[in-house]
Nanobody
Framework: QVHLAESGGGLAQAGGSLRLSCAAS????????MGWFRQTPGKEREFVAA????????FYTDSVKGRFTVSRDNAKSTVFLQMSSLKPEDTAVYYC??????????????????????WGQGTQVTVSS
């Protein structure tokens, strides 16, 4: 059974930084593409960042480009989201997701939540003004 567990969320001041982690188990992590999404009450789930199964490409939504960095450590079966220059509008529940069919997936589809097969429970990020 595939399981994803996010951690690292919490409180931060505007301009500060947080690093989110997502530990995976139950599959071949090195062959999965991994994505980060976020959601606030009353809004649809929003794509944030993704990294291909090979780690060769990353993708970001425009609002976080230059501030967030997604990376992975296959030896630890963990994907990270380093968030810097945080803004109050970054406040949300952040979810990690796994595309277990990544070798068969076109990279551009990783921006869609419907591409992913498994989801973590989420971790709250709150940024104060």
């Amino acid at each position: 059974q595939v399981h994803l567990a996010e951690s690292g969320g919490g409180l931060a001041q505007a301009g500060g930084s947080l690093r989110l982690s997502c530990a995976a188990s139950g599959g071949t992590f090195s062959k999965w593409a991994m994505g980060w999404f976020r959601q606030t009450p009353g809004k649809e789930r929003e794509f944030v960042a993704a990294i291909t199964w090979s780690g060769g490409s990353t993708f970001y939504t425009d609002s976080v480009k230059g501030r967030f960095t997604v990376s992975r450590d296959n030896a630890k079966s963990t994907v990270f989201l380093q968030m810097s220059s945080l803004k109050p509008e970054d406040t949300a529940v952040y979810y990690c997701a796994a595309d277990v069919a990544a070798p068969l997936t076109n990279d551009y589809t990783l921006t869609s939540q419907y591409e992913y097969d498994y989801w973590g429970q989420g971790t709250q990020v709150t940024v104060s003004s």
